[in-house]
């Protein structure tokens, strides 16, 4: 079964720091990669997704990810941070015809 | 606006209750989902559906039942409520199974 791993349980940054959340999943397969963000109290949103293409996606709020399929990894960047990015991030997985796996997501909390 | 809803947004109730949470898209979607949230467990998938009369387990589907009678509504059942199904349960819906939009949640307790 595929499995997806995040590395950071939590992560604590200033504003304008530099931002890397590691995602690695299992499937050795053509896959399709997602982030979701969940901010206080609200129910998950897209980040951005890769199916195919170029490697690096570009998400909204300034968010991008880099696919690299070698590593497994799918990591999400952002050069630097704001308060308002506070939030759960989620990285997700599926292959095929199979329903998304998520990962156990990372607690991001950005001090002003 | 299409949008999808889930009712109630917070409900406590007790040990051995059966109880319903509601989810209603009006995207016309044929795929229909459920997730708990717990912490340090992510989103884990309990049911879903790929569309009326079709349902599907999950992960985590023991205690827990779904029925698809129209396109637009899933709605979750817990037979007999327990402590362990305490939790923060997300229902989404998508035109595909990779892309979904996720409902506000209904935070559950059981006492």
């Known amino acids: 079964a595929q499995s997806v791993s995040q590395h950071n349980h939590h992560v604590i940054l200033s504003e304008a720091a530099s931002l890397e959340l590691g995602c690695n999943y299992s499937?050795?397969?053509?896959?399709?990669l997602f982030w979701y963000v969940q901010y206080p109290g609200q129910h998950l949103q897209l980040l951005l997704k890769?199916?195919?293409?170029?490697?690096l996606v570009k998400g909204i709020k300034g968010f991008e990810a880099e696919f690299i399929k070698s590593k497994f990894s799918f990591n999400l960047r952002k050069p630097s941070v704001q308060w308002s990015d506070t939030a759960e991030y989620f990285c997700a997985v599926n292959y095929g015809y199979s329903t998304l796996t998520f990962g156990k997501g990372t607690m991001l909390l950005v001090s002003p | 606006d299409a949008e999808i809803t889930q009712s109630p947004r917070h409900k406590i109730t007790e040990t051995g209750r059966q109880v319903t949470l509601a989810c209603h898209q009006t995207w016309n979607h044929n795929n229909m989902f459920w997730y708990r949230q717990d912490l340090g467990h992510g989103l884990r998938l309990i049911h879903y559906s790929y569309g009326v009369q079709d349902t599907n387990k999950g992960e985590v589907s023991d205690g827990y039942s779904v029925s698809r009678s129209n396109t637009e509504d899933l709605p979750l059942t817990l037979e007999s409520a327990a402590s362990s199904q305490t939790s923060v349960y997300f229902c989404a819906s998508g035109y595909s199974l990779s892309q979904q939009y996720f409902g506000p949640g209904t935070r559950l307790t059981v006492t």
């Open positions: 890769y199916f195919s293409g170029d490697p």
């Open positions: 499937y050795g397969g053509t896959v399709n």
